[in-house]
């Protein structure tokens, strides 16, 4: 088993099966995540402990193939053990590095502007493959990772288990202690999922991947949207926030002629009221499909609406652009 995917509450629950004191797991934890210890005779157990470990763990970490970097981010192309690829991507901001992993191999909710939807869901990654891209990109770059988006390839909340488990891992105090706060999940609108994630004993931020104000083009970008239409994912939202206190970001691409007009923008600050929602508008990355990013000035005063409506509203960083690192793009080019 890799210990990678191991929660500290499994950890604590192995000992106890081994009769072993439940308190070696924060020891094991510090060690494996702040320390980078990867070997079990490191950590002072006795004998016995050390050939327990030994024979029911391996400490494993997807394989880097590619690597492409700028001053700003880094990507990394990951290779698992049944060969499948992923890819990971290393943001650095000016209050610390973000990453962002993915969560499945393809995807399956077919938005209509998004690369990734183009290769089908082959499958799920397990806790232990998302953790280990964070792993691999803070051992590559030898970097302390300070925020997650789990916004990479895959529907999140379509892995619901591996995801949640993947928050509790890498928040865990005496671990990596990334903080709630800055580990972000974003999903199309999987709406009960939005429910269950609120309901989780710690959770962690929330985004939404909205893209259009209204219904008719929502479900015209985003399939998804027939089955969770915007209303229902705007509740779910709003119960997220009351029962959790975390802010929801609502995403929204920026499409030329389709969805950045005065009058989408009016829309969408009706939407949002006075929920504490805020907007997150996201530069179109172009692929090879009919969509094209807005012109600057259009992000401008579609963003200058909204504020003027009393909604907080910011412009997303173009960070990976040059290094074909937008979504699925590296994965594709490489399977070409
Ligand atoms: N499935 C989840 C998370 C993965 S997609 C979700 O839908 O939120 C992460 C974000 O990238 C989403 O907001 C998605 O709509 C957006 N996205 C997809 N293709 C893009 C592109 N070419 N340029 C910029 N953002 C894109």
Redesign the pocket.
């Known amino acids: 088993m890799n210990i990678f995917g191991y929660t500290l509450q499994n950890l604590r629950e192995y000992f106890v099966k081994i009769n072993e004191n439940p308190a070696k797991a924060a020891i094991l934890y510090d060690g494996i995540y702040r320390r980078g210890l990867r070997d079990f005779r490191a950590y002072g157990f006795a004998e016995r402990v050390v050939e327990h470990l030994e024979s029911d763990f391996t400490f494993e970490i997807p394989k880097v193939i590619e690597r492409r970097e700028n001053e700003s981010a880094a990507k990394l192309l990951l290779k698992l053990s049944d060969g499948e690829l992923v890819e990971t991507v290393l943001m650095r901001q000016r209050f610390g590095n973000c990453i962002c992993v993915s969560t499945q191999i393809g995807?399956n909710?077919g938005?209509k502007?998004?690369?990734?939807g183009l290769m089908k869901r082959v499958r799920n990654l397990s806790p232990e493959e998302i953790v280990g891209q964070v792993l691999a990109i803070s051992e590559t770059f030898s970097c302390k990772i300070n925020g997650i988006s789990?916004?990479?390839?895959?529907?999140?909340f379509d892995n619901f288990d591996a995801v949640s488990n993947f928050c509790e891992i890498v928040s865990e105090d005496c671990g990596m202690a990334v903080g709630r706060r800055h580990i972000t999940v974003?999903?199309?609108g999987i709406a009960p999922r939005i429910y269950d994630y609120a309901d989780l004993s710690r959770s962690c931020s929330l985004?939404i991947?909205l893209?259009a104000p209204n219904d008719a083009l929502r479900s015209r970008l985003m399939p998804i949207n027939r089955r969770y239409p915007i209303a229902e994912v705007m509740e779910a939202a709003r119960y997220f926030s009351r029962k959790t206190h975390h802010r929801v970001a609502l995403?929204y691409?920026m499409l030329k002629g389709i969805n950045d007009s005065s009058e989408h923008a009016r829309e969408l600050a009706g939407l949002i009221g006075d929920d504490d929602f805020y907007v997150n508008l996201?530069?179109?990355?172009?692929?090879d499909n009919e969509f094209c990013k807005s012109e600057p000035d259009e992000i401008s005063n579609f963003c200058g609406i909204l504020k003027n409506n009393g909604v907080i509203a910011t412009k997303r960083h173009e960070f990976g652009a040059n290094l074909n690192a937008?979504?699925g793009q590296l994965r594709a080019d490489y399977l070409k």
Do not use: D, K, R, W
């Open positions: 995807c909710m938005c502007f998004c690369q990734s789990v916004m990479g390839i895959g529907e999140p974003s999903t199309c985004a991947s893209h995403e691409l996201i530069p179109y990355n172009s692929t937008a979504c």
